[in-house]
């Protein structure tokens, strides 16, 4: 069904975002009374959306990728439509999914903190001919694929139906994933935070990992059992970590992550602020203009499955 | 003309590459008196070649991808064949190049050396539609430029001829090299070292980047006023620098670019060690069975050229 949507840019009109929503057609509203959609730009606060949330609104905005902490706090209901900035955040994600991996294959952390010229203590590695574990295979995942192949990586995408994946050389459902452990030289988490991802890195999966094996981890820090991963660490079975995310998040000073020479932690910067505007001020006018044309949603968040 | 070379592999017989030469067709001998070719795997004593080599000796293979050195010794002749490893280190040195530069562009040097979580002082960029000058479009040029095209970057390449490189928006003969400057987001070194791109990154090019401009340098550290670089890191008119090469090198302790805050070294670790041997091991073969069949050797030393 087409409508032309009222959208109230909530807390803060963005110039951007408003001027994405005329353009596709939409009206812009600023009054909640007479909204009929909410485009939520508010990362921290995440209950102060229910101050504006009116029952007239059929579409909800939300500007992360991962929605999990909304979901958790019930914000997320069953009475219209939510869209994540999931899709939309993938390319830049995956970009910082990257850089973490060639940065640890390359010790560029340890080449960071270095004074001194040694060769020995900061060679790393070619990413070539390596295989890559992918854990999550959406967005996220498939755009880290096609950035990855050019480096003549190997993929194992790990996704939930265990559907082949484009350009892996193998993919698992999500209960085979333990599979993937023994089998790849580096291990990156891309994928959305749920029950059954919760601690999936934990003291069995390291144990699994081949000796020297890399993780990065751009999804969720309660992905990893941080106690578990500095075990590794130490024990020399884990190569090395790069962190965009932690549990706790913000990780606190002195936190053990911070001092271990092996880790490499970036405070939840996989999207970087220039970028998150504008990718959401495109991803709302293409929002916008679907909702014009009756057609579905882009990131339609699905209650049951999490994300 | 076709022959089955006699090769010494000097000064140590490494076996991978010994058993690449016999893979091939070749014969391995042990006594520089036998061969009528030499694979050269000496990095450090560049001179230490004088010792081994023999008028009969029709090719050698040196082991590095810049042979600067050697020529300016006096090493190489014209009355043998001379051929680099450039071709086949392309792959390797394109991959850290590419890791230098999203590490720069996500501060992830800033994020190695923090303890504390301040998004602030570690946010980065994506480097989505950004340009990237790449200044020297050989075989490193090229292999970059397959990495950076799944990242949506715009390359401006540089070459001798200004001959259109396939995949750059722009090809800019070196004589016009200085319009890349300021067109550029990032600018990567990766031409030859000759007299013409000595200092070629001085007080001028710099005054003339982007503000905030990235600079990457897997070439040579002449290439790179390093007080220039300094002062213009300073001056804010360059927003980070990360070098795989210095001058002098090796970067004696306590040198300013050490401890730069928007500097990251990398100590000539472009080429991984594991990489090396297997690498070059594969191109003897090659280049034993071209000799084989009479067929044009790979990574040609030009000497008139510099490289």
């Known amino acids: 069904m087409s409508q032309i949507p009222r959208v109230l840019v909530a807390p803060t009109p963005q110039p951007l975002v408003v001027e994405a929503v005329r353009q596709a057609g939409g009206e812009v509203v600023s009054d909640a ?6 485009v939520w730009l508010e990362w921290d606060d995440k209950e102060g959306i229910r101050d504006v949330l009116r029952p007239e609104m ?4 939300l500007p992360a990728a991962g929605v999990d902490a909304w979901l958790e706090l019930g914000v997320i209901d069953a009475a219209r439509t939510w869209t994540t900035a999931s899709d939309a955040f993938a390319h830049p994600v995956a970009e910082h999914a990257l850089a973490l991996l060639l940065a640890t294959a390359r010790k560029l952390p340890d080449a960071a903190r270095a004074t001194s010229w040694d060769r020995s203590a900061v060679v790393g590695t070619s990413l070539r001919g390596k295989t890559v574990a992918i854990i999550g295979a959406g967005g ?6 096609g950035m990855l192949a050019p480096l003549g990586v190997e993929v194992i995408a790990v996704n ?6 484009e350009g892996a050389a193998r993919t698992l459902p999500t209960e085979r994933r333990s599979e993937a452990w023994a089998a790849a030289d580096a291990v990156v988490l891309s994928a959305p935070a749920t029950p059954d991802t919760l601690r999936m890195i934990d003291a069995d999966a390291l ?11 751009i999804a969720r820090g309660t992905m990893v059992d941080a106690d578990a991963l500095l075990h590794a660490l130490d024990a020399g079975t884990l190569g ?4 965009d995310v932690t549990d706790p998040e913000p990780l606190p000073d002195g936190h053990p992550l911070w001092h271990h020479p092996r880790v490499l932690v970036t405070p939840h910067t996989a999207t970087p602020n220039d970028v998150i505007v504008p990718t959401i001020a495109a991803l709302v006018g293409e929002n916008v203009a679907r909702l014009r044309d ?6 339609v968040v699905e209650i049951e499955r999490g994300y």
Request: proline share 2%; charged share 20%; net charge positive.
């Open 33 to 38: 009374a007479d909204a009929t959609a909410l």
């Open 58 to 61: 059929t579409w909800v905005q």
């Open 140 to 145: 996220i995942g498939r755009a880290l694929m």
């Open 160 to 165: 939930r139906s265990g559907r082949a994946v």
């Open 207 to 217: 144990a699994a990992f081949r000796p020297g094996a890399l993780l990065v981890n």
């Open 240 to 243: 090395a970590a790069a962190l």
């Open 294 to 299: 009756g057609r579905e949603l882009r990131g």
